[in-house]
């Protein structure tokens, strides 16, 4: 048996995964595509021939896939339930607290010890000093897999037993990218409009390479370049969104910004940086 199983190998998952490997971890993957696997096997890494297969390799499955919907999909499939109970469960896709609730709730009629996780972070930072995780849930269930998961960051930290916080201070940490993005544009239209350079705009954030990187893509017109699509930012805008419906709240803010996020979607730039905002707001 092996310590662990990576459950989704997009990205982010691949990134995870390949941390736990490259730090010594006895680790077992499994992805619904299995060309994503491959590069694992050559390395090492087990591959599960399928979910029930990956579920019984390990006590504590580590789940980044799209969605808690694919999440539930998966997990209530014939057969799986039972191989779950005893287990651990660490959940890492974006997801609302509401879901992170109702998920702790299913796990915990099945005898699953559960954990609700964000990554504040994109997967190139995975391993490093700049990756920031958060944990909420089950006291116990951090204390079996903390050390486990330490490899991942610079932080990984645990929030407390309510376990939509890793979930809420995820989408309020998001909800302050949408309000930089929107930024971003409207001053490089500034620049564009008066003719001054982008470049020159780019060095007064000499201490911020995020803002850099960013506006960098709308001065070289690189809107192929990216880890997280425009159409991904959207998703996560739209759980955002959700949460404050669910939550009663004012969601003025985040149905505005979504109106540009669907506006480029339909223009076709969905699969491009998430800069190609530039392109519908230019001018």
């Known amino acids: 048996m092996s310590e662990i199983t990576a459950i989704g190998l997009g990205l982010m998952g691949s990134a995870l995964a390949r941390t736990m490997h490259s730090s010594g971890h006895d680790l077992t993957v499994w992805n619904r595509s299995a060309e994503k696997m491959l590069a694992f096997s050559q390395d090492g890494v087990a591959m ?12 504590v499955i580590l789940l ?4 808690y919907a694919a999440t539930n999909r998966l997990f209530e499939s014939e057969g799986i339930p039972a191989l779950l109970t005893g287990r651990v469960v660490v959940q890492l896709s974006t997801g609302t607290p509401k879901e992170a609730r109702d998920a702790f709730e299913w796990m915990k009629t099945h005898g699953v010890s559960y ?3 964000a990554i504040l972070c994109g ?8 990756a920031q995780i958060l944990l909420s849930g089950e006291k116990a269930a951090y204390e079996q897999v903390g050390s486990l998961l ?3 960051g610079g932080e990984v930290r645990y929030l407390g037993t309510n376990v939509g916080d890793a979930s809420a201070l995820d989408l309020a940490w998001l909800t302050t990218r949408y309000g930089r993005f929107i930024a971003m544009i409207h001053a490089a239209n500034v620049c564009k409009s008066e003719g001054a350079s982008l470049k020159h705009f780019i060095s007064l ?11 960098t893509v709308i001065a070289d017109e ?5 880890t997280a699509t425009l159409r991904v930012w959207g998703a996560a805008l739209e759980r955002i969104q959700r949460q404050g419906n669910d939550a009663g709240i004012n969601t003025e803010i985040p149905d505005f910004i979504g109106n540009y996020f669907a506006r480029a979607i339909d223009a076709g730039f969905g699969d491009e940086n998430v800069m190609a905002l530039f392109k519908i707001l230019d001018q």
């Open 48 to 59: 599960a021939a399928d979910a029930a297969s990956a579920i019984a390799a390990s006590p």
């Open 64 to 67: 980044c896939i799209n969605d």
């Open 115 to 117: 954990l609700d996780g």
């Open 123 to 130: 997967p190139d930072d995975i391993g490093t000093d700049a």
């Open 150 to 152: 330490e490899c991942l």
């Open 205 to 215: 954030f000499r201490n911020d390479p995020v803002f850099q990187r960013y506006v």
């Open 222 to 226: 690189s809107y192929q370049e990216c």
